[in-house]
């Protein structure tokens, strides 16, 4: 598949993400037909306006919920603010951006995308974590007007599309949250 446009590549990650999701919550090992039915349908529903992605007001909710606890590597210890989308780059200094992280990972990620920082580390994101980026990523391109560029010559963007990404792990690999989450 051709992805043109910056809102390809987040649509089609975030498609990617609803199938992986959908798949982890099962216990699904490997992704199965249903799976890739809902990628599918929520791609296309993204692309010609049909469907839209959920509000941040959810994540902000299970912010609440969750373990507070680094978002990357789940300390408790030492916690600080970080921005998901750095502040240098453009990203904006309001709660939905803002996440826990440890004193070592917020010094390690620096002013880097969070999405750059794990990639640099290896590191596939929890779902829970690409969830929120990509929403903040899909409603400043929405914002700005954004989402028709050219993907392979977007620049400007407070965050890194390269690392925003196209392929994910075999569910078995994944998880929803850093730290396990009860029920």
Not at 17 to 36: E, F, I, N, R, S
Not at 94 to 107: D, F, K, P, Q, T
Not at 108 to 125: M, Q, T, V, Y
Not at 161 to 173: G, K
């Amino acid at each position: 598949m051709e992805l043109r446009t910056v809102g390809d590549k987040l649509y089609w990650s975030y498609a990617n993400l609803a199938m992986a999701h959908c798949a982890v919550t099962q216990g699904a090992d490997q992704y199965q037909k249903t799976h890739y039915m809902v990628r599918k349908k929520l791609f296309v529903g993204l692309q010609n306006g049909t469907m839209n992605i959920g509000a941040l007001a959810d994540d902000e909710r299970l912010k609440m919920i969750l373990p507070q606890a680094c978002c990357y590597c789940g300390s408790r210890d030492e916690l600080t603010a970080d921005h998901l989308i750095p502040r240098k780059v453009g990203g904006l200094h309001l709660g939905e951006n803002l996440v826990w992280a440890c004193r070592s990972c917020n010094s390690s990620k620096g002013a880097r995308d969070a999405l750059a920082w794990l990639a640099s580390r290896r590191a596939f994101p929890p779902l829970l974590l690409l969830r929120r980026h990509l929403k903040l990523a899909i409603g400043h391109c929405r914002e700005f007007d954004l989402l028709n560029l050219p993907a392979d010559g977007a620049a400007d963007l407070p965050f890194d599309l390269e690392a925003v990404p196209l392929r994910f792990p075999r569910p078995a690999e994944l998880c929803l949250w850093v730290t396990p989450l009860d029920g």
